[in-house]
């Protein structure tokens, strides 16, 4: 079963905007991960937040948790065509390595 | 060696064939894993492997095998499958104690 829906289900910008995914997930975490998925090829980590972080930064990217409402979102400023892939969010409820992906969000950046 | 390899990229199998994935990895990693991802939905773990042993297995039918025959090698193998197993499987691994999982390209099964 999926921990986390995600929203947008698809999301279409210019080259240059700012990117926002939203990811709610159901049961208590220790921390949460994003990753990115090329067109139909491997998933590639892009960053983890821990429960007891509000903010991480890394690079153009920026993941926001709120453990009270059991969201994240993950921001990726000045967008490149480069960065249209699949975002997935991901948790481990319990702990331990059993990862429960996001429904993903389609990002689509156009020239 | 900083990479996960799968192998075949594609394959293309009947119902009553035998054949098996493959996935590789030599980052000194213990725990590895096998998911199954259809079109435009998100990855589901099937099996974990943790220290060469099965840790996890998410129900999955037994026409599904996987086999870890050391640290670096994990295998899938597969017989009788149904058309609708047709999907990409991924392989994962993990450094102990960690949480990031290092993804393989993938293999795309079609079952005919």
């Known amino acids: 079963s999926q921990q986390g829906e995600e929203d947008p289900q698809a999301l279409s910008i210019q080259e240059g905007e700012n990117a926002t995914m939203n990811c709610s997930y159901k049961?208590?975490?220790?921390?949460l991960q994003w990753y990115r998925q090329n067109s139909g090829r491997g998933l590639v980590h892009l960053i983890l937040?821990?429960?007891?972080?509000r903010e991480k930064h890394s690079g153009r990217l920026r993941v926001t948790l709120d453990t009270s409402k059991k969201s994240s979102s993950l921001l990726i400023t000045a967008s490149r065509a480069a960065d249209t892939a699949s975002y997935f969010c991901?948790?481990?409820?319990?702990?331990?390595?059993?990862?429960?992906f996001g429904t993903g969000t389609q990002l689509k950046v156009e020239l | 060696d900083t990479e996960v390899t799968q192998t075949p990229k594609h394959l293309v199998m009947g119902m009553t064939n035998k054949k098996s994935l493959k996935c590789e990895q030599h980052?000194?990693?213990?725990?590895m894993y096998w998911y199954k991802q259809k079109a435009k939905k998100p990855p589901e773990l099937m099996f974990v492997?943790?220290?060469?042993?099965?840790?996890i297995n998410e129900s999955v039918p037994s026409r599904f095998s996987p086999e870890c025959p050391n640290s670096s090698l994990l295998n899938l193998h597969l017989h009788a499958l149904q058309p609708e197993d047709s999907a990409l499987y991924l392989c994962?691994?993990?450094?102990?104690?960690?949480?990031?999982?290092?993804f393989g390209p993938g293999t795309r099964l079609l079952v005919l």
């Open positions: 994962a691994s993990s450094r102990r104690g960690e949480e990031t999982q290092y």
């Open positions: 049961t208590s975490i220790n921390n």
């Open positions: 937040i821990r429960s007891n972080e």
């Open positions: 991901a948790t481990a409820p319990g702990g331990g390595n059993k990862l429960t």
């Open positions: 980052m000194g990693h213990r725990a």
């Open positions: 492997y943790s220290y060469e042993k099965l840790s």
